[in-house]
């Protein structure tokens, strides 16, 4: 599933199709819908800190409540806190060991990323036995995978992979986007106004029934939604992705060897002038006008795309409404 230097960290089990699907319809709304109480809980327990801190670290506190939504879509509920803070800390040295060299000496950090792979490994291991015992396996992506049967099972080490990967596909990626979303409102403040005004509006719905944010407030966010759009496009933080060519093929005239990877750059895409007029321009209006098809592919496109868009959006939304409408900027 995962690629690149990731692999070294993430040896896959089979990953074909099917399993691309259950993990996409782990992700579908439906599943979603269910889970939106839980993210605005994580929320509201974030803003609480916040309020009472001094200083926050942006990209920090982010990571914090990317990490805890993620542990939401895969194991369907909060973990203890111990277990949080066990798993996060084999998640940091990991994280920190991801882009090193891979030297295998000790004392390195790819050593040290190694065996906290290992280790984490062997933890959700010790996890999933628990819940394999169960009848219901639980929600989140782990039941789903616990349910899979027959020629389709995995093996308690292969789910383990799998979660592994989506929570690092989850995590740095929402926490880095929400930062740029926080730091382009900041500097446009004109459009913090409008973004905070379409929240106020959804804010007063919502105390006037006396209900936290729904799935359907969040399709009714049409101003932050194309911030948010502006925002994926403008830091393309995932910038390119590779492919390997699996056959010979010829593209307006130039050939392409099978075995050659392939590069698609997003980010050049999203900053060509002929998709997006005065590209480093920082204009969410732009996307009051849906882009042309293959342009505009924050989270991929194809087989590999991003089964994790939907949430990920979500998530971000229903931090802004909590932090637009309960903040001023200093
Ligand atoms: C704003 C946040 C996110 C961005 C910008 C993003 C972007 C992407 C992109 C561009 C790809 C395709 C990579 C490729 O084609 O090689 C991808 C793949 C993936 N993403 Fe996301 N992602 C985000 C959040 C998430 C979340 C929240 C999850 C899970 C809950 C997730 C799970 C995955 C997985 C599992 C893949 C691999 C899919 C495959 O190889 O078939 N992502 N993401």
Request: proline share 5%.
């Amino acid at each position: 599933m995962l690629i690149g230097p990731q692999a070294v960290f993430f040896h896959q089990g089979p990953y074909h199709s099917h399993l691309k699907k259950l993990i996409q319809s782990s992700f579908l709304p439906s599943a979603i819908k269910g889970s939106i109480h839980k993210i605005e809980g994580i929320v509201l327990n974030l803003l609480l800190i916040w309020e009472n801190s001094d200083t926050v670290n942006t990209l920090n506190e982010m990571k914090k409540y990317s990490y805890e939504v993620a542990m939401i879509s895969v194991f369907g509920k909060k973990l203890e806190a111990v277990e949080m803070d066990r798993l996060k800390h084999l998640y940091h040295c990991i994280e920190k060991g991801y882009n090193s060299m891979p030297l295998d000496l000790p004392g390195t950090s790819f050593k040290k990323a190694m065996k906290a792979r290992k280790l984490l490994n062997e933890r959700l291991r010790k996890m999933i036995e628990k819940r394999r015992g169960t009848e219901d396996h639980g929600g989140g992506l782990l039941g789903v995978l616990l349910g899979l049967k027959g020629k389709d099972q995995l093996s308690d080490s292969q789910i383990a992979d799998n979660i592994i990967g989506v929570i690092f596909a989850a995590h740095d990626t929402t926490a880095s986007v929400i930062t740029w979303l926080l730091k382009y409102l900041h500097d446009h403040p004109h459009l913090l106004d409008a973004v905070k005004m379409e929240q106020e509006v959804i804010k007063c719905r919502r105390l006037e029934t006396n209900r936290g944010i729904t799935w359907d407030d969040t399709r009714q966010m049409p101003v932050t939604t194309r911030v948010l759009q502006e925002t994926l496009r403008n830091a393309s933080i995932l910038s390119f992705t590779f492919r390997e060519a699996v056959a010979d093929v010829e593209i307006d005239g130039y050939f392409i060897p099978r075995g050659w990877k392939v590069l698609p750059l997003f980010r050049t895409i999203h900053y060509s002038s002929d998709f997006f007029p005065e590209p480093d321009k920082f204009d969410p209006s732009r996307f009051e006008v849906a882009p042309r098809a293959n342009t505009f592919m924050p989270f991929g496109n194809g087989a590999h795309s991003c089964p994790g868009s939907e949430i990920a959006k979500v998530e971000m939304l229903i931090l802004l409404h909590h932090l637009t409408t309960s903040f001023r900027q200093a």
